[in-house]
């Protein structure tokens, strides 16, 4: 067991504070402290964001986003060995406390350095990364904290669209042969399915796959919440006008919509990342992810070099078992210090959407943000 290491009691302490979507200010508060007493700039902001700095130099500007809330109810918060258990150890408080101490290690970076923890990433509304986009100037760079696995580096994500159904019907007695609220809300989940051809797969990173996440209703009123997550190029606005055609008299309303990203393994941020993952002795992994994250959320708007990087497992993800092995989360604060070394030549910024690397080189993994 690795006691007395602070950047271990940093950790701890996170996820000793309940974070659910929502409910972000407490543990906003403590990090922005905690940053403070490392030596930088924090602070939080109008959407409860923590946000912290370092440097003041004119060379690039380096963003670090991760999120603050979890999912799941609070599990109890143990060391056992080597592995630190708690509600977000994985997703995504392991990579954010990783940046933190990472982003603190480099006082004399030539630029600045900007670490924030969003809120609400674990929603639709993406509320934090959100409000960021609009208010922050354009950094030259930023790498997401998200479970990539400590020698692994993310390059992209599917996008998400995400509606809801409602539908109602006269009331009547069961045995009447007229369609009833919770039938037609049934069919219409099968044109939803149907809608997107025969290839959808939730396995495959470039085809479309769609989840129901909830269903309620009754003979006279029934409701559904779809998901569709959707590869790059996909046109969601004929998706949903193609689902506006097979109502069946019910309403439909879009929540929610973010575009796929995906970006290059000669990205100059991909670049940094796995120098510093063989640097720090590991083989570095190329990865693609059926989920979304708040990658999708910045890489809309900033064509900026951009990758997903941070410790942890992410098949443990929102799962009662949740931890991370206390030897990866320090590897990875180690890799995040490094490639920060590297960033600070980066030239400028590089945009996104060129040409894909070969997909055989790059592992898939299905569902896991």
């Known amino acids: 067991m690795m006691n007395g290491r602070p950047e271990v009691d940093l ?6 504070i309940p974070s659910p979507s929502g409910q972000e200010r407490d543990l906003a508060r403590f990090l922005a402290a905690a940053a403070e007493r490392m030596g930088m700039t924090a602070g939080i902001d109008e959407a409860g964001n923590m946000v912290a700095s370092t440097g003041r130099g004119g060379g690039p500007t380096i963003l670090m986003l991760g999120h603050l809330d979890t999912v799941g109810a609070l599990a109890p918060v143990d060391v056992t060995d080597n592995r630190l258990y708690g509600c977000g150890a994985v997703d995504a408080k392991g990579p954010l406390a990783a940046m933190l101490i990472a982003a603190a290690a480099r006082p004399r970076f030539p630029g600045r350095l900007v670490v924030v923890g969003a809120v609400e990433e ?12 609009r208010t922050m100037a354009r950094p ?5 904290g998200e479970p990539s696995g400590w020698d692994g580096v993310v390059l992209g994500y599917k996008g998400k669209l995400d509606i809801a159904y409602r539908v109602s019907r006269p009331a009547t007695h069961p045995t009447n042969p007229a369609e009833k609220a919770t039938e037609a809300a049934v069919m219409f989940w099968a044109d939803a399915v149907a809608a997107l051809g025969p290839e959808a797969s939730h396995t495959a990173f470039d085809q479309p796959a769609v989840t129901l996440h909830e269903m309620t209703g009754d003979l006279v009123e029934a409701s559904l919440e779809i998901s569709y997550r959707l590869p790059p190029g996909f046109d969601h606005r004929a998706l949903v006008d193609r689902l506006l055609s097979l109502t069946r008299g019910g309403e439909l ?11 290059r393994r000669d990205d100059p941020v991909v670049r940094a990342l796995t120098a510093a993952i063989r640097r720090a002795g590991g083989e570095p992994r190329h990865k693609l992810k059926t989920a979304t994250s708040d990658m999708n959320t910045l890489g809309e708007v900033w064509p900026v070099p951009m990758a997903t990087y941070g410790p942890g ?19 990875g604060i180690a890799v995040l210090t490094a490639a920060t070394d590297d960033l600070e030549h980066l030239p400028g910024a590089a945009g996104l959407g060129s040409a894909p690397s070969p997909s055989h080189a790059i592992e898939l993994l299905v569902g896991q943000p």
């Open 11 to 16: 950790l701890r302490r996170m996820l000793a």
């Open 122 to 133: 674990e929603t639709p509304s993406s509320r934090g990364a959100m409000h960021i986009r």
């Open 140 to 144: 030259d760079a930023i790498v997401i």
């Open 253 to 263: 309303v879009v929540r929610n919509t973010v575009a796929a990203v995906r970006t």
């Open 313 to 331: 497992d992410s098949r443990l993800d929102h799962s009662p078992a949740e931890h991370i092995l206390i030897e990866d989360y320090l590897r």
